[in-house]
């Protein structure tokens, strides 16, 4: 999701077992799926063929090691530059993922990167991206703000012909001509709305009652908890009981009480739960636990982004999040270094989108964050490192 606040597969296998996804080591689990289904829910799915759509889409995208599908063509490294991170903020996981995915990518190519946090705030932002400015350097990096909100700078940089590669800065990937970024690297929101609503259609069997978290200030936002509801409602036995307006910025006053009060007035009838961002969870388990919900009885909860450090430490340990859809930070800083080379070398934008992945206990690793494997040896083998 591009936002502030907060994307060849191995074969994986999914089985249904009461309200957990588990992954077998078996072929591609199909079957399986159907047959704990049938066990699990006593009545026919409304929708079958909807339900056996998402499951094969969530048997592809639980698949624990999930091979790079990235670029293997490029031009050698270019040398002597100086690039510049313009973070929203380091405080936000995922802006933080991405600048350890550049330092480290950085390293590996031979460049230098400078970060600077904007620490939130437009006026942060901006004096963030000034300072950017006055460095001139060879390349900046525009991590998880809307480009207009810094309109003048972008422009700025344009002028001086400093390629502007963005992460998360625009809802679409790939090149932008308004704003001008030689490419803006992220997942498809509509790629990460559908799977995190498969999900939900896939363990429920298509029988569930849903409540949708969004911010619906956030056009961006908005956008995603629409594609989100659009989806779910393919099956016509799931039924989105509330659509729940909470500012992102509100969240952590808000979403104890209004968890509190969904319990009460949905009771049994809220059986998921699917949110714009991981942070919604975050501020809804002391609600849960003190409405004497434990995490088989409480809905099953679904982010639908980033993947953050502490919403797959939830998932591991079972704690009132069942699932998320990451952005594979880390390797997403090594694309955004490779995007810049291919600027610096006069060719185009790679083109690549990043993989979709779902995250659950069965496939988070002890690591905090997901990436495919093999990104680094592929970007290191184009550059000639």
């Given at each position: 999701m591009a936002s502030p606040f907060r994307r060849p597969l191995a074969a994986g296998c999914a089985l249904?077992?009461?309200?957990?996804?588990?992954?077998?080591?078996?072929?591609?689990?199909?079957?399986?799926?159907?047959?704990?289904?049938?066990?699990?829910?006593?009545?026919?799915?409304?929708?079958p063929d909807v339900v056996a759509a998402a499951r094969a889409?969530?048997?592809?995208?639980?698949?624990?090691?999930?091979?790079?599908?990235?670029?293997s063509t490029g031009p050698k490294a270019t040398t002597g530059k100086t690039i510049v991170y313009v973070a929203q903020s380091m405080q936000n996981p995922g802006v933080a993922g991405v600048a350890a995915g550049l330092t480290d990518a950085s390293a590996a190519i031979g460049w230098t990167l400078k970060v600077i946090d904007g620490q939130g705030s437009p006026s942060g932002i901006q004096n963030a991206f000034n300072q950017a400015l006055t460095l001139n350097p060879d390349g900046i990096i525009l991590g998880g703000f809307d480009p207009k909100t810094t309109d003048s700078q972008?422009?700025?940089?344009?002028?001086?012909?400093?390629?502007?590669?963005?992460?998360?800065?625009?809802?679409?990937p790939g090149p932008s001509d308004e704003p001008k970024l030689f490419s803006n690297v992220t997942t498809k929101v509509e790629d990460v709305a559908k799977i995190s609503a498969q999900f939900v259609i896939a363990q429920s069997n298509g029988d569930a009652g849903v409540v949708i978290f969004t911010d619906s200030s956030i056009p961006f936002a908005e956008g995603k908890s629409q594609m989100i509801q659009k989806e779910l409602q393919t099956c016509s036995s799931v039924e989105v009981l509330k659509y729940a307006n909470i500012p992102i910025a509100d969240v952590a006053n808000r979403m104890p009480t209004e968890t509190s009060a969904l319990l009460s007035s949905l009771g049994d009838k809220w059986t998921y739960s699917v949110a714009i961002n991981d942070v919604y969870f975050e501020n809804a388990t002391a609600a849960f636990r003190q409405s004497g919900r434990t995490a088989a009885t409480a809905p099953v909860n679904v982010g639908a982004g980033d993947g953050d450090a502490a919403a797959l430490t939830r998932i591991r340990n079972g704690d009132f999040q069942?699932?998320?859809?990451?952005?594979?930070?880390?390797?997403?800083?090594?694309?955004?270094?490779?995007?810049?080379?291919?600027?610096?070398?006069?060719?185009?934008?790679?083109?690549?989108?990043?993989?979709?992945?779902?995250?659950?206990?069965?496939?988070?690793?002890?690591a905090n964050y997901w990436d495919p494997t093999g990104y680094q040896e592929a970007y290191k083998a184009i550059w000639g490192k």
């Open positions: 249904l077992v009461g309200a957990s996804l588990v992954l077998a080591g078996c072929e591609r689990g199909s079957d399986a799926l159907r047959a704990s289904a049938q066990a699990t829910n006593t009545a026919a799915s409304a929708c889409a969530v048997d592809k995208a639980t698949a624990k090691d999930q091979p790079w599908d990235g670029p972008v422009r700025q940089a344009n002028a001086a012909k400093i390629p502007l590669v963005g992460w998360q800065a625009l809802a679409t069942s699932a998320t859809v990451p952005s594979p930070l880390r390797s997403e800083g090594w694309q955004i270094v490779d995007e810049l080379n291919r600027a610096f070398a006069g060719e185009k934008a790679s083109g690549y989108v990043p993989q979709i992945h779902v995250s659950t206990k069965e496939n988070a690793s002890d």
